[in-house]
């Protein structure tokens, strides 16, 4: 089955939104179209990520499509607003995936960074590269727990 391409982005953007989302469509879309060049110790995020077309569509045969970068980032936000999540502010992945986006260099606070393509190029290359968000090391789990312990302070997470 075909899927609504439009369709499927807007709700991955509505999984994270916020109004400051407005000004960052284009490197959403980016995002969206650009594949998640998973290393062998992320290759289950990559699966996570797919997953998020099964929530969108169970009739989406996935077939051998990689995860996009948009849906990887997506799903941690919203599985790193699961292990942290404030009971006194609410569910809110998108304060995780502001620093996501913050943490590889994609996050000016005027959204002026569309106009410079070579800059967000840059950022998604590196990052396909090496995997790595906020630690040089580890797998993107890891990161995302060893983030969530030193920045949160969430001494649960442990």
């Avoid at 594949?35 to 569509?57: C, I, K, T, W």
């Avoid at 999540?85 to 620093?99: H, I, L």
Wanted: aromatic share 16%; proline share 3%; hydrophobic share 40%.
């Amino acid at each position: 089955m075909s899927i609504n391409v439009d369709g499927y982005f807007e709700y991955l953007i509505d999984q994270v939104y916020d109004d400051e989302l407005d000004l960052y469509t284009e490197v959403l879309r980016v995002l969206f179209q650009t594949p998640f060049e998973a290393l062998p110790e992320n290759e289950s995020r990559a699966v996570d990520g797919l997953q998020m077309r099964y929530h969108y569509s169970s009739e989406w045969d996935v077939g051998d499509d990689q995860c996009s970068l948009l849906e990887l980032f997506v799903n941690m936000a919203k599985k790193m607003e699961n292990i942290g999540m404030d009971p006194f502010v609410g569910y809110n992945p998108y304060r995780y995936f502001k620093s996501i986006l913050e943490a590889l260099g994609l996050w000016i606070d005027d959204g002026s960074f569309y106009k410079r393509p070579q800059v967000v190029q840059n950022a998604i290359y590196a990052f396909n590269k090496d995997n790595t968000i906020w630690y040089t090391s580890g797998s993107l789990w890891e990161q995302m727990m060893r983030y969530l312990n030193d920045e949160e302070e969430l001494i649960w997470v442990m």
